[in-house]
């Protein structure tokens, strides 16, 4: 067992984990942060992407312990956050979820591609996409909704660009 | 899968890293972003007992900018290098190849160092800093010593890392400004493993032309015919494919179907494309 | 709220989507109870193996558990009431054989899921390999190989489907077109495994468990049946669902063991699939090889076609309906929605060493599409006309229906030709040829292809008893109850995973009863709190669901009224229920108010009126054979042809389900169809080599589509109501599935027209589109 200390949305956490444990298990079994999700565990699937100090990580491939003194933010985070507050509007009005599974990791990648402006078309969003599998809406809204978030946070804040 | 049980330390130091390095023998492995060892690890693959983490060393996440060449510490992130918040050496050939790299979330974790260490023969680094005539310092219990990145690769996960040596950089010459590169991944889903890969890197004025074929079956294949014909600027089609081909067919340490082998020459002729217009 | 804002024909928003945007959706890994043990399984590494020892050290005993260790455990055994159909008794853990690589052998628990894997490697089996069956058209009809040796063959069943004279149409012909297609096995890969959760409940005596299920109340059931318990003992709660799309609607040997081990330890036991165990085990789909050969005349009118079809279905039949289902259905739907006259098709459904075969998304359905819409692209091409228009010839017409088809569909009514035209249409088919003339720079091949078909939905008990399938799904179940504060409760025996049904069974009751869908709570997925019902599966839970929800709410409509009219002191006949309450000449009462005299104020109720506002209702489909909703796809696909890579360009979709109880809905269905059909054209395969070893096992060989590779998919609506259904719904949910792979071949087959290479496998890899350029350039070299 390693003592580790993280950061979890924002909060402090002390905690005694193995090695092996990955930062996906650390979050759903032992913080009971379940809103990040497992699909394949070999990073491919993207269900299980977080921030590990502010960028997108799979949690699958990262270990608990390496997050020691680091901070990670998972869905059950981002208080406040108008990006994220922008893409659960649009993606609710544009019908972008139908399961539920993807749709933790996807508003995640969604608002780092909208923060590093790199959802300025289609071809951008889809391409940002990439590593995150749907299985359910084939995508068509998903991309839709994070365009028209992407719009709405650029009007919001003109002087940020 | 889960992985199997294993220990843990994160060094504070090079030396440190490398001490237990050589304390822990076969067993101690070293982990930088993890994006390859663990997913191994996870299915059952590899299983080192103890996990040494370099991913925080700050000798190894440093970014110098030389005279004529741009070192960068192995633990680099292909986000970072695809940013472009490290100096680039390539003229913006490296961070193309990075944006290309599996997923961006994956990026932001795995290494240029990591890449060149594992050696996956569909793997990006290897093909393009061949192309790019780098060189990787490796550092080990009997010090420092830098190889062409061309030699440190052997094959397919294969590597002339010696036992208790890490990756500490890699060192890329600096492109002259109007040097020409030419890139073409081949994959059918974006992210995925390349099928295909061809870099073409052509500089004139600093008298260096070099054709790199990647996913190749094993160590990333220098066509050194075609980087030669390269150079004269051809306008025939078919013999920029035919000096493709048959640089293909004599690399007598591997062998390609009758797909990959036009795969592999489609992309090549492509990626020469690029540079010749 | 207006009736018209979220009753039938609303595009609603969805309830469902709060919990999942904030990360509180609840799946059965997400539930956690103190005490629980994970499991993991020994899992055979042959595809064909006889079981000489299992050798569990002794310090391991209690934790891991074998076939004899979980005595209460009956194999498993479908009861198929066709004659001449073959079902292998199944043991959930492998006694004396291991028919396919990944049957489960032993259990192992641990308090964490690392553990019990580490005592899995732990186990020793001692196996005899054999050799593995693996090609079914090769070895069906018995080989050295039996898989289950008391049969004498490795059929589960053949049969044929006939119809017309089919010798007379191969005299008759002035064409004749032979083709062989392949559709490969895959997975139905939804982005959540398959997971139990099984505790002991000793306050209620019962046995529950959380599963990652489509089907909650028949899996109670089969738990009964198969462990030896009574239903009364039994809960089985299907939580939230991280899509099923078929695999998840059949019973796995999983689920009974963790009952099992619940029963028999005392404790929460927990099984969560990985990735590789789904691929490897959890039911594999399509799968088909077909020889078909069509007979027409010089104007590519079909007038008959022969086929042989061969389904590898695997090792085991997946309970409760067994494999018989996938090649039966693919006979009965090759005619598609053609008015062809002859037919014969002869199918065998093929026991392989092989994960066993489940329905998925469309079941026989592509296979069949993608053979008789290749075919139909190459009578026309035979004949030297546009597949588009010999398509339309051939098509059943509008005034023609009810029409049964030769493969014995009713199809009820629609207009098929104009689904072809409206597709063509969403694709400029005419920008398209004009742009094939120009040619393109960068020297691709563009190609259009379209693809026809006719889906059976919310088919009744006259179906599956025609099928003889050992259960009949021929109805669905609603209780309707109003609280005592007038909110409004659903209990419904299908299961909602994904496709927005607490959303739209709102709608359907918000729609009869004039409230708020925003009162109405729907719950589905348990078997404590639901009368019974088949579940989530073959596109039937509108139709049959929403048809209960509407029952159910009309007689509380009708006792509203009745309660109301008392209380405004009029006649029944004189009231409404609108705007959340009963409206009356003079004056209203609100729901709320009725709901507090039938609840807590009974002295209010009129005479001979019960209290209570509490109905359960079945529904059965007035027509057994189904409602067709149908559709057109159309792809549009640019071609390496140096390297066989293909890009999507555009995908279009112009189809008709009657009406639409939420469109918004519907057009998510469509489109998470399409790309599962796509993933099935161009992406998903498991192949296997000759001693039965699958060669995928991550998602980083198993390709699943991804935004990048995909187009907005485009989708144009006809209607034509259903004449027998609540308000003229049809099925749709799997639609989307059935006509890609077709689609996306015939444009392959357009864009390589001048080089005259067909590809007629899926899925369609740069591999396949060389090796068909190859061949069509040796045979156009020779003289």
Known sequence: MTAIRVRINGGEVADDVPPRLSLADFLRERRNLTGTHLGCEHGVCGACTVLVDGEPARSCLTLAVACDERAVETIEG??????????????????????????????????DLILRQR?????????????????????????????????????EAPNAQ | MKAPPVDYIRPRSLTEALDLLANAGAEGRVIAGGQSLLAMMNLRLASPGLLIDIARLPELLTAADHDDAVTLGACVTHAAIEDGRVADPSHGLMPRVAATLAYRAIRTRGTIGGSLALADPAAEWPAVLSALDAEVILYGSSGRRE??????????????????????????????????????????????????????????????????????????LVLANTSRLVAEAPRDPDALRGTIGSDLDHASDRHFDEFQRNLHTVAAVRAVQQVLV | MPNDQYGVGASLLRKEDDRHLHGRGQFVPDIKLPGTMDVAFVRSPHAHARIRSIAVAPELRGRVFTAPD??????????????????????????????????????????SRGEAEDLANAVAVDFEVLDAVVDAPRDMHGSRHLIHEQWGDNLYVERVVEG???????????????????????????????????YRDHRLDEVVVYASTQTPHTLRVALGEFLDIEARCIRVVAPDVGGGFGPKARLYPEEIILAALALQLDHPVRWVEDRGEHLLTAAH???????????????????????????????????PQGPYQEAAMAARNLPGPYTIANYRARHYTVATNKAPLGPYRGVGRPGACFAIERIVDEVARAVGRDPVEVRAENMVRSEEMPFTTVGGMRLDNGDYKESVRLCAELLDLPGIRARQQKGEPDGRLVGIGFAAFAEQTAHGAAEFVARGAAIIPGFESCTARILPDGSVVLMVGIQSHGQGLETTLSQIAAHELGIDPARISVRHGDTES???????????????????????????????????????????????????????????????????????????????????????????????????????????????????????LDFAVAEDCGTMVNPMIVEGQIRGGVVQGIGTALYEEIPYDEAGQPLTGTLADYLVPGAAELPAIKIGHLHTPAAAT??????????????????????VRDALASIGAEVNETPITPRRVMAAIRKAREAAAQP
């Open chain 3, 530 to 648: 639901t009368a019974f019902g088949f579940g989530t599966f073959a596109s039937r839970s509108m139709v049959m669901s929403g048809g209960a929800v509407a029952r159910a709410s009309r007689m509380l409509r009708d006792k509203l009224c009745r309660i109301g009219a008392h209380l405004l002191q009029c006649d029944p006949a004189q009231v409404r229920c609108a705007e959340g309450a009963v409206l009356g000449p003079q004056g209203s009462v609100s729901i709320a108010e009725i709901a507090l005299v039938a609840h807590l104020r009974m002295d209010g109720l009129p005479p001979g009126v019960d209290p209570l506002l509490d109905a359960t209702a079945t529904y059965e489909p007035a027509i057994g054979t189904g409602v067709f909703s149908y559709a057109t796809h159309g792809a549009v696909v640019a071609v390496d042809p140096e390297t066989g890579f293909i890009d999507l």
């Open chain 3, 285 to 319: 789909t399509r799968d088909h090889h077909y020889k078909v050969t069509a007979y027409a005349d010089r104007q590519g009118r079909i007038l008959g076609v022969d086929a042989e079809i061969v389904v590898d279905a695997g090792a085991y039949g997946l309970w």
């Open chain 3, 70 to 111: 979980l005595p209460r455990i009956k194999p498993i055994r479908i009861t198929s009431h066709a004659t001449g159909t073959k079902a292998p008794a199944w043991p959930p853990l492998a006694t004396d054989k291991a028919r396919y690589v990944g049957e489960a052998i032993a259990a192992c628990i641990a308090p």
């Open chain 3, 726 to 747: 609540e308000y003229g719904m049809k099925g749709m949910g799997e639609g989307g599935a059935v006509a890609p792979p077709a689609a996306i071949a015939n444009a």
């Open chain 3, 164 to 198: 017309g004279d089919i010798e007379a149409a191969a005299r008759a012909a002035e064409i004749t077109v032979t083709r062989q297609f392949r559709m490969q096995r895959q997975s139905g890969a939804p982005l959540e495994g398959r997971a139990v959760l099984a």
């Open chain 1, 78 to 111: 981002f208080a406040g956050d108008p990006v994220i507050a922008a893409l659960r509007r649009t993606f609710h009005q544009r019908h972008a979820l139908q399961c539920g599974y993807c749709t933790p990791a996807m508003l995640i990648t969604a608002r």
């Open chain 2, 147 to 220: 190889l062409k990145c061309t030699e440190f690769t052997t094959g397919i996960f294969q590597t002339k890392l010696a036992e208790n040596e890490i990756i500490e950089s890699a060192r890329v010459p600096k492109l002259s400004a109007e040097t020409r590169c030419g890139y073409v991944k081949l994959c059918r889903k974006s992210g995925e493993f390349a099928n295909a890969l061809a870099v073409v890197v052509a500089d004139p004025r600093r008298g260096y032309w070099r054709v790199v074929c990647g996913a190749a079956n094993g160590a990333p």
């Open chain 1, 119 to 155: 959802a300025g078309s289609e071809r951008e969003i889809r391409d940002g996409l990439a590593g995150n599998i749907c299985r359910c809406t084939g995508y068509t809204n998903i991309v839709t909704a994070i365009a028209e978030a992407a719009n709405e946070i650029a009007k």
